[in-house]
């Protein structure tokens, strides 16, 4: 699978049934906006230029969609008619107070139970990186703290049920 250098598989305690975090749903239901998993890779992605189209008097609507996954930087278009069955993915974004940076791609975080949980941060996906790091070092010479936004997301590969983890910002705040 082709993720971007710096997405994570989150560690989940083993035999944890992650299948609530995927709503089924038929293709008629998307929307612009909407998260849907992709046919091919499994990942997760955000919908955009639906659009419907009716083939002759008795036919059945046609959807087609691009979808965007974030965790690999990919897109695909997609044809689905309206009754297939598809599955939308519970995404969340997770805010991680940084404890330091490893080096020039980890990220140290503390969880809520103030455990060290460890994230990648890759040079590649340039404007993400900058914004980190300049918050990062803003924060530590202001004496702020610095909390990173993870989106969360599953994916389906066959039947197995993975959450992928990806920094998108991050911000300084004053700690409390």
């Given at each position: ?55 002759g008097k008795h036919g059945h609507a046609k959807f ?113």
């Amino acid at each position: 699978m082709a993720y971007h250098k710096d997405c994570t598989e989150k560690e989940v305690p083993k035999n944890t049934d992650l299948s609530s975090r995927l709503i089924p749903m038929q293709a008629h239901d998307l929307k612009n906006g909407m998260w849907c998993l992709d046919d091919k890779s499994g990942m997760p992605g955000t919908v955009s230029e639906l659009k419907m189209s009716k083939t002759g008097k008795h036919g059945h609507a046609k959807f087609t969609y691009k979808l965007r996954m974030p965790h690999s930087g990919r897109s695909s278009s997609l044809m689905h008619p309206g009754g297939d069955h598809l599955l939308r993915p519970v995404m969340e974004k997770v805010e991680y107070l940084v404890s330091h940076m490893d080096g020039d791609e980890d990220i140290v975080c503390l969880n809520d139970d103030y455990e060290e949980i460890y994230f990648k941060l890759s040079p590649t996906r340039k404007d993400v990186y900058d914004n980190v790091t300049e918050t990062l070092n803003r924060a530590m010479d202001e004496g702020k703290d610095c909390y990173v936004t993870v989106l969360e997301g599953p994916m389906k590969v066959k039947d197995k049920i993975t959450i992928l983890q990806i920094i998108t910002e991050a911000k300084a705040v004053n700690p409390q």
